[in-house]
């Protein structure tokens, strides 16, 4: 059981816009920033968002972040095949003294 | 252009002891504080332990506390991580990542591409 949650899976056709959420509580996602993460197994995690809304330097516009209050989302718009991965978003969390991941979800391009 | 190369995987047998190494560079590896994450066969992504620059700080999550130690040798521009008392539960792809800075918030900007680690007898 993950301490941040996210759907497990998600899906949407090429050109669709899809959401992420990812839920927590003050001690993280309330009292920190949350950062996005794209990952293929088997290879490097790649940083998608990081502080709740901000694009790394080569990541598309199509990707944007954002949060409010315990809850933040991952939005894909304009979306394409090559977005099939799995996403997941993390933040640090006070009481905990670490990390935490979301349990991931699996982006499924239809 | 940063890169991080993770090695030291393999089998073990239950009890037994692994050093994990990431071999950094392209960037001053003894700016940045560095973290391990791990990601189980079937599972998401786990954060293992967190290296800051704020006093040489480290963090572990709980499952690993007291079994694993994270360390750097910043005249090899290396990150470790030894594993102590391995545990079935603790097979998995491990990955070091660069922060964004030198604390503990910092986000993970970059990634190696992981090393596995088996615990079987």
């Known amino acids: 059981q993950s301490v941040l949650t996210q759907p497990p899976s998600a899906s949407g056709t090429p050109g669709q816009r899809v959401t992420i959420s990812c839920s927590g509580s003050r001690s993280n996602i309330g009292d920190n920033t949350v950062h996005w993460y794209q990952h293929l197994p088997g290879t490097a995690p790649k940083l998608l968002i990081y502080?709740?809304?901000q694009r790394p330097s080569g990541v598309p516009d199509r990707f944007s972040g954002s949060k409010s209050g315990t809850s933040a989302s991952l939005a894909i718009s304009g979306l394409q095949s090559e977005d099939e991965a799995d996403y997941y978003c993390?933040?640090?969390?006070?009481?905990?003294?670490?990390?935490?991941f979301g349990g991931g979800t699996k982006l499924t391009v239809l | 252009e940063v890169r991080l190369v993770d090695s030291g995987g393999g089998l073990v047998q239950p009890g037994g002891s692994l050093r994990l190494s990431c071999a950094a560079s392209g960037f001053t590896f003894r700016s940045y504080a560095m973290t391990w994450v791990r990601q189980a066969p079937g599972k998401g992504l786990e954060w293992v332990s967190t290296?800051?620059?704020?006093?040489?700080?480290?963090y572990y999550a709980d499952s690993v506390k007291g079994r694993f130690t994270i360390s750097r040798d910043n005249s090899k521009d290396t990150l470790y991580l030894q594993m102590n008392s391995l545990r079935a539960e603790d097979t998995a792809i491990y990955h070091c990542?660069?922060?964004?800075?030198?604390?503990?918030?910092?986000?993970?900007?970059?990634w190696g591409q992981g090393t596995l680690v088996t615990v079987s007898s």
């Open positions: 993390a933040t640090w969390d006070d009481s905990l003294n670490g990390w935490v």
């Open positions: 290296l800051t620059l704020v006093g040489d700080t480290t």
């Open positions: 502080s709740n809304t």
């Open positions: 990542a660069k922060q964004s800075g030198g604390s503990r918030w910092n986000n993970f900007d970059h």
